[in-house]
């Protein structure tokens, strides 16, 4: 077979910067047939680095690479990677996952959660603990460093999180405060 | 007259000692490394997706029915299996409300709001106080 299917969810470094253009327009295109595809950028020194998936279905990957991808699977940062593609395994959860009648998780909550993700974390940012939740939301917990961080998606474009320092008894709470979100991120490392 | 005191009264021959028991799917065992140990995540104490109340299992009644804790995870078989004490429900304004299923007697309700107030929200602050009674110990993650 000459082209190459990858399974869904895969890792593509599309390179330099001017090419997170053409790579964003190629999954722009690619939506209207697919369940899902998006490209989420995060930064690196050399790469801007991103993230393709569609749902369960699979993708060409020969058609990714006519818009100049130039490694597939080449990232940064392991942690948010591991992040991802736990975000993305929740979404094969079924109803009822938890044994009592929970829903599946969102698409679109899971989409907020990577974008979230990408703005909060960066190469040093141990990985979250990924939580599913009743309602098909998702939560993400840092519980390390004396830091308690959790943060909760309910819908689409809206979160909260507590935090708290346990050494100094310092705590925080908001709504889409991505700035003091960042700050308590910050500690972790 | 709150819903939940309408709808789910809250059973005071429970005693507060008493052990309610939830069902933690893998997905809701988190490490917690400030602690140094293995927990349940506060999403493991939320209301049902309907609005239902969480439903618990009553370890009395277990004992009275002569059953292992472990029977609660008969076809879950890789979920643990936790503990809250009513009293401590009791302490964040939830009612514990026995309500008796076909499939399972010694099935329960614990009503009450449990998300709001953030860090001290009450689903946090069972998920931190929970006691395992039937989980499998694992190493801690690197």
């Not at chain 1, 470094?13 to 295109?29: F, L, N, S, V």
Request: proline content about 6%; aromatic content about 8%; glycine content about 4%.
């Amino acid at each position: 077979m000459a082209e190459t299917l990858l399974k869904a969810n895969a890792w593509l470094d599309i390179g330099h910067k001017p090419k997170h253009k053409a790579a964003t327009r190629w999954a722009e295109d690619y939506r209207p047939s697919r369940k899902l595809a998006e490209v989420f950028p995060i930064k690196s020194e050399k790469h801007s680095v991103c993230r393709v998936y569609t749902g369960s279905s699979l993708f060409n990957l020969e058609s990714a690479r006519s818009v100049a991808v130039t490694n597939a699977f080449s990232i940064v940062s392991p942690q948010y990677i591991q992040t991802i593609n736990r975000l993305i395994n929740l979404l094969e959860l079924p109803n009822g996952w938890n044994s009592y009648n929970a829903r599946a998780i969102s698409k679109e909550n899971v989409t907020f959660a990577v974008s979230l993700l990408s703005r909060i974390m960066t190469v040093g940012t141990p990985a979250p603990q990924v939580v599913p939740k009743v309602r098909g939301g998702v939560q993400l917990e840092w519980h390390t460093k004396g830091i308690n961080i959790e943060v909760d998606i309910d819908t689409p474009e809206k979160f909260s999180f507590c935090a708290e320092d346990v050494r100094t008894a310092q705590e925080a709470e908001g709504n889409e405060d991505v700035n003091l979100l960042r700050q308590w991120i910050g500690r972790l490392l | 007259m709150s819903y939940c005191t309408e709808k789910f009264p809250d059973d005071l021959s429970i005693e507060a000692e008493e052990s309610l028991l939830r069902r933690i799917p893998p997905d809701h065992i988190i490490f917690d490394d400030n602690e140094k140990r293995w927990r349940p995540s506060s999403a493991a104490f939320e209301d049902d997706r309907d609005g239902d109340p969480m439903s618990v299992v009553l370890l009395k009644i277990l004992n009275r029915d002569k059953r292992e804790p472990s029977s609660v995870l008969k076809g879950h078989e890789d979920y643990a299996l936790a503990s809250i004490t009513a009293g401590l429900a009791r302490q964040y304004v939830q009612t514990v409300h026995p309500q008796p299923l076909d499939e399972e007697p010694a099935h329960a309700v614990v009503c009450g709001e449990k998300t709001k107030g953030k860090k001290n929200a009450p689903k946090k602050k069972f998920a931190q106080a929970a006691t395992w009674v039937v989980f499998e110990e694992r190493p801690h993650p690197t």
